[in-house]
């Protein structure tokens, strides 16, 4: 691995670490998510055939190990215990800090593929092209998501009743 590969791994780590905040909103789970995802991008790195930006093969990494970890507590569900989102955020000292937890409760209550294309393209800034690839889904399929992700969000900070999720059909 050559140093310039080195230092577009480590520059990745901020935006690795604000997205895994979002996917997890638990500091410690979103850490051990990063500590994950640079433990794999780093044993992997051979694999990474340089087609297209690092930050967005990092991200593919972490949404992976994101969906085992799901996968996994599934199996286990008392280690599940108590990762409810609450209804209602606890009462901040301060307004912005309120604010910040009212959107990541929102965040949260967001259906899984919906949150992660949401943080991806508008906090991370990753294309549609990016996002699509990282997530191993169609550019259709991410502007869908994107597109219902930002009505639900919105619908929810004004209060408005939101319709129910949509059952997968196998």
């Not at 992660?116 to 259709?140: C, K, R």
């Amino acid at each position: 691995m050559l140093a310039q590969d080195e230092a577009d791994i480590v520059a990745c780590i901020p935006s690795l670490r604000r997205y895994a905040r979002g996917l997890t909103a638990d500091r410690d789970r979103a850490d051990d998510l990063v500590q994950d995802t640079l433990e794999r991008a780093w044993s992997r790195f051979s694999m990474w055939q340089k087609r297209g930006e690092i930050r967005a093969w990092m991200f593919g990494i972490m949404h992976n190990a994101f969906v085992d970890r799901l996968r996994s507590r599934r199996s286990r569900p008392e280690d599940s215990a108590g990762d409810a989102v609450p209804e209602f955020p606890e009462r901040a000292t301060q307004a912005d800090r309120l604010e910040v937890r009212d959107l990541d409760r929102l965040l949260q209550r967001l259906p899984r593929e919906q949150r992660e294309v949401l943080l991806m393209v508008g906090v991370e800034e990753l294309s549609y092209q990016e996002v699509a690839g990282a997530l191993g889904v169609p550019v259709g399929t991410v502007m869908s998501r994107l597109s219902r992700a930002r009505e639900r969000l919105h619908a929810e900070m004004e209060g408005r009743e939101v319709p129910g999720r949509m059952q997968r059909v196998k």
